[in-house]
Each structure stands twice: as structure tokens, then as C-alpha cells.
């Protein structure tokens, strides 16, 4: 059993910076990839940022571009997401997940190609 623990959110100004960390049981951690989701109150879970089993490939959403950076450290089983720029809109519960199927990138802004969650930490932007 896989499991994924988030860490870093907390209250920033808008404008401040955020880095959140996800740190994964288990050694297989390097076969897989490892994205990030927000939920905010009232609305569906989506995606923010994707990144390879290697780390050469990224993906981000439009509305984090430019401001998020996504990161992993496979020697620590880690996960990252860099917030600059922080906007009230960003303010959600941050979750990281890991795809279902090792090195598979196909499809990894749905939901669907994940099997594991972590518990999610709360990210609030105030204005």
C-alpha cells in the first residue's frame, strides 16, 4: 500500500510564496508519475501540475503557469510544488497522486490515471 503525505500549506498574502512537499512510502516512487490537484470549496477537484518519473517532462495548468514550479527528488521519495505569485483564487485544499501505471504519462490531468492520494493540505490566499 502506497501511501502520500502532504506538507507546507498554510495562510499567505497574496503575492506571498508557498512550497508544498509530498513524501511517498514505499521504493517505487522513481517509476511513477506524480502530480498535483486543488480542490476549492464548491467546485471539482483540478489539476495543477504533473511531472514525469524522471522529472524531464512537466505539465502544467494555463493558471499556474509562469507563477508554479513542480519538482521531485527521487532520493528522498518527494514531490514539490513551488507557489509564487500567490493569488486568492489558488486557495484550496492541495492534493498530491501518483498514476496508476508506471511509466505511463498518458492522460495525467484527469483524475482517472491516478490510484493514490494523499490527504490533502489547505492552501489559503488572503487579499
Known amino acids: 500500500q502506497v501511501q502520500l503525505v502532504e506538507s507546507g500549506g498554510g495562510l499567505v498574502q497574496a503575492g506571498g510564496s508557498l512550497r508544498l512537499s509530498c513524501t511517498a512510502s514505499g521504493r517505487t516512487f522513481s517509476m511513477y508519475a506524480m502530480s498535483w490537484f486543488r480542490q476549492a470549496p464548491g467546485k471539482e477537484r483540478e489539476f495543477v501540475a504533473a511531472i514525469s518519473w524522471t522529472g524531464g517532462r512537466t505539465d502544467l495548468a494555463d493558471s499556474v503557469k509562469g507563477r508554479f514550479t513542480i519538482s521531485r527528488d527521487n532520493a528522498k521519495f518527494t514531490l514539490y510544488l513551488q507557489m509564487n505569485s500567490l493569488k486568492p483564487e489558488d486557495t484550496a485544499v492541495y492534493y498530491c497522486?501518483?498514476?496508476?501505471?508506471?511509466?505511463?504519462?498518458?492522460?495525467?490531468?484527469?483524475?482517472?490515471?491516478?490510484?493514490?492520494w494523499g490527504q490533502g493540505t489547505q492552501v489559503t490566499v488572503s487579499s
Open positions: 497522486a501518483r498514476t496508476s501505471t508506471a511509466g505511463w504519462w498518458g492522460g495525467v490531468r484527469s483524475v482517472e490515471a491516478y490510484r493514490y
